[in-house]
Structure formats: structure tokens, C-alpha cells
Nanobody
Framework: QVHLVESGGGSVLPGGSLRLSCGASDASDSFNCMGWFRQAPGKEREGVAGIRTDSGTVYYADSVKGRFTISRDSAGKKIFLEMNNLKPEDTAMYFC????????????????????WGQGTQVTVDS
């Protein structure tokens, strides 16, 4: 059982920034696909951003392009999500996920590609 651990959530004003981090609790675990997903109350889980840890290829949902940046550490075992110009509609529980497969992202239900999930970290954007 792989355990992913997220950190960095919190409450910010609109226009503010946060940086989320995620890694496996066992440092020996690695994955070729990692991503960030979010779920707001009463809404379905949606993909935010994904990354291939070997090549660094990144993917973004249209709603966060230009505001969020996903990145990885040099070992490809931790990922980060830099979130700028946050909006109230970004308020959600953010989850880190990982997978070992050739396809790391798709436009519809990208979360179905992932098999390991963290517990989530809350992001609240409110004035």
C-alpha cells in the first residue's frame, strides 16, 4: 500500500498564493505519473495538473492554466503545485495521486488513470 502525503494547504485571500507538496511516505517509492486533483463540496473530483516524473511533461486543466504550476524535485519522487492568483472557486480539498503507466493525463476523468491517493489538504480562498 502506497501512502502519499500532501502538505501546504491553508486559507488565503483572493489573489493570494499557496504551494502544495506531495511525496510518498516511503522514500523508495517512485511513479512515472503524478498529479493534483481537487474536490469541492457537492462537486465531482476534477483534475488540476499532472506531470510525467521522468520527462517533466506537464498537463493542466484549462481553469488553472497560467495561474498554477506543477513541478517535481530532481529525483522525481516529490511534486509541487504552485498556486497563484487564487480565486474563491479554487476552494476545495486538494489530493495528490500517483500511477505507473504510459498515459498520465487525459481531458476527461484523468483521475481514473491514478491508483494511489493521498488524504488531501484543504485550500480555502475567501475574503
Amino acid at each position: 500500500q502506497v501512502h502519499l502525503v500532501e502538505s501546504g494547504g491553508g486559507s488565503v485571500l483572493p489573489g493570494g498564493s499557496l504551494r502544495l507538496s506531495c511525496g510518498a511516505s516511503d522514500a523508495s517509492d517512485s511513479f512515472n505519473c503524478m498529479g493534483w486533483f481537487r474536490q469541492a463540496p457537492g462537486k465531482e473530483r476534477e483534475g488540476v495538473a499532472g506531470i510525467r516524473t521522468d520527462s517533466g511533461t506537464v498537463y493542466y486543466a484549462d481553469s488553472v492554466k497560467g495561474r498554477f504550476t506543477i513541478s517535481r524535485d530532481s529525483a522525481g519522487k516529490k511534486i509541487f503545485l504552485e498556486m497563484n492568483n487564487l480565486k474563491p472557486e479554487d476552494t476545495a480539498m486538494y489530493f495528490c495521486a500517483a500511477a505507473d503507466q504510459s498515459l498520465c493525463w487525459r481531458s476527461i476523468n484523468p483521475d481514473q488513470l491514478y491508483h494511489s491517493w493521498g488524504q488531501g489538504t484543504q485550500v480555502t480562498v475567501d475574503s
